[in-house]
């Protein structure tokens, strides 16, 4: 387990519309956020999970992490106002303290230390093993590298300097037809060799992003796009549980 995972829980889920996080909807009986927890820390080179949270609701995450397997190799950290925030306080801890070593890792009693960084939304519950796969397979060679699928819709871009600044001013006279190809959404996790996620938000510090590729990018360094599976939703709006709930009940069939 050279790699470490940040996974930003820290936000309130207000377009999804509880009273408390969206993280603990129940998806197939358990709280949201573990699905995601469940896969990566099962992974032979996922070596600790970094739990970014609200200080309100540190306990009940504490708490429900004891039902995850490999639970020591959790540790929760204080999130912050916006998801880079969370990322932030959670990068600052990396190797802070070293990560407990499966039996087989330990040599010399030393853990090995994170090379590593794989962010992933504990709102997105279903990313798949072969995904995973990809992805950190190709980090190797890229020191940066994304999930992401191609746009499927067609898009449309309101130019603000027709239509004098408002963006969804009347877009059938003033939108502009984008050629899609070449487009990807991007998805989590992202990966990133641990020095250069740190330097990408040292220089950016302060700045909010909710796309940690972005920080890298604007630092000049690549990163590589790897196609991953439609279905790896991040859950947003309530129908989004709907679409996730059908499709594990499909998976476990
Ligand atoms: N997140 C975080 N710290 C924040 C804001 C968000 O760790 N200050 C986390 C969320 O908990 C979520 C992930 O980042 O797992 C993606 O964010 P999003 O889907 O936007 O979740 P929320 O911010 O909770 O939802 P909303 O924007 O609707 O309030
Ligand atoms: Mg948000």
Known sequence: GSVAVILPAAGSGSRFGDEENKLFALLRGRSLWMHAAETLIRRQEVGQILL???????????????????????????????????????????????????????????????????????????????????????????????????????????????????????ETINGITFDRRGMWVAQTPQVFHLDLIRQAYQRHRGRSATDDAELVERMGHPVALVPGAADNLKITYPEDLLVAEALLSERLK
């Open 52 to 170: 970014a949270v609200a200080p309100c609701d540190r306990e009940r995450f504490e708490q429900q992490l004891l039902e995850l397997p490999h639970s020591d190799r959790f540790r929760i950290v204080e999130g912050g106002d916006q998801r880079s925030d969370s990322v932030a306080a959670a990068l600052a801890e990396v190797n802070r303290m070293p990560a407990p070593a499966t039996d087989e890792e330990a040599v010399d009693g030393l853990p090995p230390r994170i090379e590593w960084v794989a962010v992933h939304d504990a709102a997105r519950p279903l990313v798949r093993d072969s995904d995973l796969d990809a992805v950190f397979a190709h980090v190797g060679h890229s020191r940066a590298a994304i999930l992401a699928t191609p746009v499927t819709g067609t898009l449309k871009r309101s130019c603000p300097a027709i239509s004098g600044g408002s963006l969804f001013e009347s």
